[in-house]
């Protein structure tokens, strides 16, 4: 499936996966200080979610255009282009007060996010050998969850003392590493740096995801599950803040603890995807992973104290971070090179379409219902889904166990034998 000849280059690795980090903090920096901003202004759970779809519509609405766009443009100029973009953007951020600019800000800088995101993630493959792959997944997903990690730590810490103006000027600054970086990376894709991998696959049928079945189930397994749960990504800062009367800085910390979850288990389970070859196997695992996401948010409802929280959310990032590194290695083991960075940006749509159905729900539950019992609800519901699963997913394995058995011998014909 197209990934580097000769060494894998992790000088490129290093570089792509700490402007990732640094770029995920600065976004979680932003989208927390701002979700704190509107809870202490008294905003309810309409408002937050709002501020929450217009961070993520543009993820969905652009994917087929974004996903083309990291397949045939230089991977070098739509970083550097968008990277800078996206710190004018955040420095508009900063001093804007109305709410409706505020919205439109807060998408646009999702459009550059739309345009990276695919283009990050079709990159990696192409920087390293197949069998390094797992590995560098984890690399790219660690620093990703770090900047995740740190960025609502740091949001509840800086909003706290200065406002949202600061986090959102440091945002910016993020943007600019990721600049910086795209200009060192020596792997690119698109434009030029493809032309002949395009010739090559000229004449092999355009990759369409309905196509592979077990890549289909996987996807709709994912958004479905975060569909189901998505909720919770509005009520916890009411469940946190209200309902268990935690500090900014608090809310902070125990979100956190979801995102260091999900580096450990992306770690972890990096071990575990080199020695499985069978993708059947990758699929039946992920979906018992999103199981364990959800059992984490359904328990999480009955936590007297927010620090308990911790180690349910850590045990249940770690499921996450699982699951996201199996996932990604379905995709770049299926999918050819050329189409990458338009698989990743479906992959994404998929998710955030699903993440945005749950934004909705969650603020419309919120204004007639207290957010346990809702925290409660996300849990169940997703076990639900998941074990609704469970028969699509078993099909598409055993689907793409059949058609890769190899035929048996033929019987010799009676008469003809030596």
Request: one cysteine or more; aromatic letters at 6%.
């Amino acid at each position: 499936m197209s990934f580097t000849p000769g060494s894998s280059r992790w000088s490129d690795v290093w570089l792509a996966t700490t402007a990732r980090g640094l770029s995920s903090c600065g976004d979680f920096l932003a989208a927390t200080a701002l979700t704190l901003a509107l809870q202490s202004a008294g905003a309810g759970g309409l408002a937050v979610s709002g501020l929450l779809l217009a961070a993520t519509l543009p993820l969905v609405a652009l994917a087929p255009l974004t996903g083309r766009l990291a397949d045939r443009v230089d991977s070098r100029v739509l970083l550097v282009g968008t990277g800078l973009a996206q710190a004018a953007i955040c420095v508009a951020l900063a001093y804007a007060r109305d709410p409706v600019l505020v919205v439109a800000l807060v998408a646009l800088l999702a459009t550059g996010l739309a345009i990276t995101q695919p283009v990050l993630a079709a990159l990696v493959p192409a920087m390293v050998r197949a069998e390094d792959l797992p590995r560098a997944g984890a690399l790219n997903q660690t620093a990703g969850t770090l900047g995740a990690l740190a960025g609502p730590a740091l949001a509840g810490l800086l909003v706290g003392q200065y406002g949202t103006r600061v986090p959102l000027l440091v945002d910016a600054v993020s943007y600019l590493a990721l600049v910086l970086a795209a200009l060192l990376i020596r792997t690119r894709r698109g434009g030029r740096a493809t032309a002949a991998a395009g010739v090559a696959a000229a004449a092999a049928p355009v990759w369409r995801l309905r196509r592979d079945p077990l890549l289909l189930v996987m996807v709709g397994s994912v958004a479905a599950v975060v569909g189901a749960v998505g909720a919770i990504n509005v009520i916890e800062v009411f469940f946190i803040r209200e309902t268990l009367h935690s500090s900014t800085t608090v809310y902070g910390l125990v979100t956190g603890s979801w995102t260091l979850g999900i580096v450990l288990g992306a770690w972890l389970f990096a071990r575990v995807a080199r020695r499985l070859a069978d993708d059947g196997a990758l699929l039946g695992a992920g979906l018992v992973l999103l199981g364990g996401c959800c059992l984490a948010v359904l328990v999480s409802a009955a936590v007297p104290s927010a620090w308990i929280l911790v180690p349910i959310w850590l045990l249940g990032g770690v499921a996450n971070g699982g699951n996201n590194v199996f996932g990604n290695l379905l995709l770049a083991r299926r999918v050819p090179d050329a189409a990458r960075g338009r698989a990743f940006a479906v992959f994404g749509a998929a998710v955030q379409g699903g993440g945005m159905a749950g934004y909705l729900v969650g603020g419309l539950l919120l204004e007639v219902a207290e957010p346990r019992p809702l925290v409660a609800g996300c849990g169940v519901v997703g076990l639900l889904v998941v074990a609704a699963l469970a028969w699509p997913v078993r099909r598409a394995v055993r689907a793409e166990r059949a058609a890769v058995a190899p035929a048996p011998a033929a019987a010799p014909v009676a008469g003809m034998s030596g």
